[in-house]
């Protein structure tokens, strides 16, 4: 800033106002300034100013997948709406491992940023007891709980499966299966879904490491009709594994829906052209990742929040796999 400061013929502090609060400065200094940033190429230190100010600008959100479509609306809402208040995403990736997420946490915290966006809610207490103590804002996503930890915005997972349970015996089915990733929130769904159904079915299920592929539907199908040739629908925990499924259910010459009923979780961006388009629950993630950022900025600006929990709730979208 010194440095700048020379070149423009102008104080440090100056310098200061038209790089973090440019209206304080006249537009003919400004645009000295500007020049002679894009002259020497200066970046400010964001470290050394969020210690000089004692605040940082920058939030921290952990989605356990960057492949797949699931959480990208919530990113990209996120994204949108912390930009515009002045504030950076950054993004980590903690897979579906609780433990690995731990580790993250902990370095996480370690660098104080503004606050933190979680996908799900924090199990470990140990994690629980860092986050209460580092009186960083966190707000928990894409689940629900009657205990979070700070802020909430989310949906229940249970009955998300029940409600695909009663659909599809509304829609007739008797025989249905299951076909899930291995993640909690995944499995929460899959099991609702066995204890809502009506009938004396023994619901067959068949379960993979997160996150699920394409393949991984396909294969559970091919598995399925060997061991049990007479289902008539399968639930998917995930759209990708549906996808399988259909397809699968295609090469196999099995009508969709006549024959076996299909059900996803996501409404991805493909589900409503698949052939035929996919009956799913959609999530609106939008909503989450603007409510998440407006909450975040509320609290870490000092300003009164009415509601810190919010049920978002799901939408099953019915279409021709059903």
Same mark, same amino acid.
């Given at each position: 800033?010194?440095?700048?400061? $020379?070149?423009t013929? =102008?104080? +440090?502090?100056? *310098?200061?106002?038209?790089?973090?609060?440019?209206e304080?400065?006249?537009s003919?200094?400004l645009?000295?300034?500007?020049?002679a940033?894009?002259?020497?190429?200066?970046t400010?230190?964001?470290i050394?100013?969020?210690l000089?100010?004692?605040?940082s @600008? %920058?939030i921290v959100a952990?989605?356990?997948?960057?492949a797949?479509?699931?959480?990208?609306?919530? *990113?990209t809402?996120l994204?949108?709406?912390?930009?515009?208040?002045?504030?950076q995403?950054?993004l980590?990736?903690? /897979?579906?491992?609780?433990s690995?997420?731990?580790?993250?946490?902990?370095?996480?915290?370690g @660098?104080?940023? #503004?606050?933190i966006?979680?996908?799900?809610?924090?199990?470990s207490?140990?994690s629980?007891q860092?986050?209460? =103590?580092?009186?960083?804002?966190v707000?928990e996503?894409?689940?629900?709980?009657r205990?979070? %930890?700070?802020?909430?915005i989310?949906? !229940?997972?249970?009955?998300?499966?029940?409600?695909?349970?009663?659909?599809l015996?509304e829609?007739?089915? +008797?025989?249905?299966? &299951? =076909?899930?990733?291995?993640?909690r929130?995944a499995?929460?769904?899959?099991?609702?879904?066995?204890?809502?159904f009506?009938?004396d079915?023994? &619901?067959p299920?068949?379960?993979?490491a997160?996150?699920?592929s394409?393949?991984? /539907?396909?294969?559970a %199908?091919? @598995?399925l009709?060997?061991?049990?040739?007479?289902?008539?629908?399968?639930?998917?925990?995930?759209?990708?594994?549906?996808?399988?499924?259909?397809i699968?259910?295609?090469?196999?010459d099995?009508?969709?829906?006549?024959?076996?009923?299909?059900?996803?979780y996501?409404d991805?961006?493909f589900?409503?052209d698949?052939?035929?388009? %996919?009956?799913?629950?959609?999530?609106? /993630?939008t +909503?989450?990742?603007?409510?998440? #950022? !407006?909450m975040?900025?509320a $609290? &870490?600006? /000092?300003?009164?929040q009415?509601?810190? +929990?919010?049920d978002?709730?799901?939408?099953?979208?019915?279409?021709?796999?059903?």
């Amino acid at each position: 800033m010194s440095d700048l400061a $020379k070149l423009t013929g =102008v104080t +440090k502090v100056t *310098v200061s106002r038209a790089l973090n609060s440019p209206e304080l400065v006249s537009s003919e200094t400004l645009a000295r300034i500007r020049e002679a940033v894009r002259q020497t190429g200066y970046t400010p230190d964001l470290i050394a100013g969020s210690l000089a100010s004692n605040r940082s @600008r %920058l939030i921290v959100a952990l989605i356990p997948a960057m492949a797949g479509g699931v959480f990208q609306e919530t *990113v990209t809402a996120l994204t949108t709406e912390l930009d515009a208040a002045g504030y950076q995403l950054l993004l980590g990736q903690s /897979g579906y491992d609780e433990s690995r997420e731990e580790a993250l946490l902990e370095a996480i915290i370690g @660098r104080r940023p #503004a606050g933190i966006v979680l996908t799900g809610v924090v199990h470990s207490e140990a994690s629980r007891q860092k986050l209460r =103590v580092s009186g960083i804002p966190v707000v928990e996503t894409w689940d629900i709980t009657r205990a979070p %930890l700070d802020m909430l915005i989310g949906f !229940s997972h249970q009955k998300v499966g029940e409600s695909a349970a009663r659909y599809l015996s509304e829609r007739g089915a +008797k025989r249905p299966a &299951i =076909v899930t990733p291995g993640d909690r929130r995944a499995q929460l769904r899959a099991e609702a879904f066995i204890g809502a159904f009506d009938g004396d079915w023994t &619901i067959p299920v068949i379960s993979v490491a997160s996150p699920a592929s394409l393949g991984d /539907g396909r294969r559970a %199908l091919t @598995r399925l009709l060997d061991e049990h040739p007479s289902i008539d629908a399968v639930f998917c925990g995930a759209d990708i594994m549906a996808l399988g499924v259909l397809i699968e259910a295609r090469h196999r010459d099995i009508a969709v829906p006549r024959r076996l009923k299909v059900v996803g979780y996501g409404d991805q961006t493909f589900a409503v052209d698949t052939d035929p388009p %996919l009956t799913t629950i959609r999530i609106d /993630g939008t +909503k989450i990742g603007k409510l998440a #950022a !407006s909450m975040l900025i509320a $609290k &870490i600006e /000092g300003r009164a929040q009415r509601q810190r +929990k919010f049920d978002v709730g799901f939408e099953l979208i019915e279409r021709g796999s059903c």
